[in-house]
């Protein structure tokens, strides 16, 4: 099946710091999620892709849907405390009458972030 | 609170037991996936709803489990004869799909589930 990488698998940061993870693909995705997850809750949604090439931000997140399709990254600008938990990329693959399909994860990038 | 929601949150039960979990989706949402998790890992695929119609069932989903949305609103997991393994968080989300455009899957607490 389809498998995502994703690096790092954890990081240690201080306050204030910018942070780049990234996800690859084994094959190609035509939509690129990206969620934070707490301890104990559901994911969140963080920031959504659905074009090869887009850059898009949410506040100081910003990420990429590659070109190739087979990968994106999320940064986070001037990290601050509450950006600590775990982040997952996730890959969508529609079917060709354009409905979606369920969403293939990575294992999780776990961000500390140190005053 | 207009997401989606999920009862109970924790569940502890023995193994052999069956257990039953809910899931109410955001209303508007036509689509509803049940996602299991183990530590350190990301959600897996389980299974889908489109409206009330199950479209597909991941190889996780063995002859155990079964999934119903009777009128297309909430959801059951049902696990019979649990096993340890089943230990697990399972995790609901939804999302609105109209004509191939869809807008993120969004996902609910979480039910915890412990088999001793």
């Known amino acids: 099946g389809q498998q995502l990488n994703q690096s790092p698998q954890s990081m240690f940061i201080q306050e204030g710091e910018d942070v780049s993870m990234n996800c690859t693909s084994s094959?190609?995705?035509?939509?690129w999620l990206w969620y934070k997850q707490e301890p104990g809750e559901g994911p969140v949604l963080l920031i959504a892709?659905?074009?090869?090439?887009e850059l898009t931000s949410n506040g100081r997140l910003t990420a990429q849907f590659g070109i190739t399709r087979k990968d994106s990254f999320l940064n986070i600008s001037a990290s601050i405390p509450s950006d600590v938990g775990i982040y997952f990329c996730?890959?969508?693959?529609?079917?060709?009458?354009?409905?979606?399909?369920?969403?293939?994860f990575g294992s999780g990038t776990q961000l500390t972030v140190l005053p | 609170d207009t997401g989606v929601s999920q009862d109970p949150r924790h569940k502890i039960t023995k193994r052999g037991q069956n257990v039953t979990f809910r899931c109410d989706p955001i209303?508007?949402?036509?689509?509803l996936y049940w996602y299991r998790q183990t530590l350190g890992q990301g959600p897996e695929f389980l299974t889908y709803f489109q409206n009330e119609a199950q479209l597909e069932k991941s190889r996780l989903l063995s002859d155990r489990f079964s999934a119903e949305r009777p009128k297309g609103s909430f959801s059951t997991l049902e696990i019979q004869r649990t096993e340890q393994g089943d230990s697990a968080m399972y995790l609901c989300a939804s999302s609105l799909d109209l004509l191939g455009r869809g807008l993120g899957q969004y996902f609910g607490p979480g039910t915890r589930l412990t088999v001793t």
């Open positions: 209303s508007e949402h036509n689509r």
């Open positions: 996730a890959g969508q693959l529609r079917r060709s009458s354009g409905s979606a399909r369920q969403l293939t």
């Open positions: 892709l659905y074009k090869a090439g």
């Open positions: 094959s190609i995705f035509n939509t």
